[in-house]
């Protein structure tokens, strides 16, 4: 079972770098592009934070895969 992100997606809509959203949320860029590419499951606070940032729920932003 794999996290699938659509942290990209959301980004490009509001025209946010991943550096942009690593800052509002706390965290390094590196942690943003692991993110975007699977590589690391976030935190619940931090996929709140997120969320919360790209204006949208957590379950918009991730969801799980069967992999």
Same mark, same amino acid.
Do not use: C, W
């Given at each position: $079972?794999g996290l699938k992100t659509r942290?990209?997606?959301? @980004?490009? @809509?509001? &025209? $946010?770098?991943?550096?942009? %959203?690593?800052?509002?949320?706390g965290v390094r860029r590196e942690? !943003?592009?692991? $993110?975007?590419?699977?590589?690391?499951?976030?935190?619940?606070? %931090?996929?709140?934070? !997120?969320? @919360?940032?790209?204006?949208?729920?957590?379950?918009? !932003?991730?969801?799980?895969? &069967?992999?």
């Open positions: $079972m942290i990209k997606e959301y @980004r490009a @809509r509001l &025209d $946010m770098t991943q550096e942009d %959203l690593a800052k509002k949320v942690t !943003i592009v692991h $993110m975007e590419k699977g590589k690391y499951n976030p935190s619940l606070k %931090l996929a709140f934070d !997120i969320a @919360r940032v790209l204006d949208a729920t957590v379950e918009e !932003i991730f969801s799980f895969t &069967d992999e």
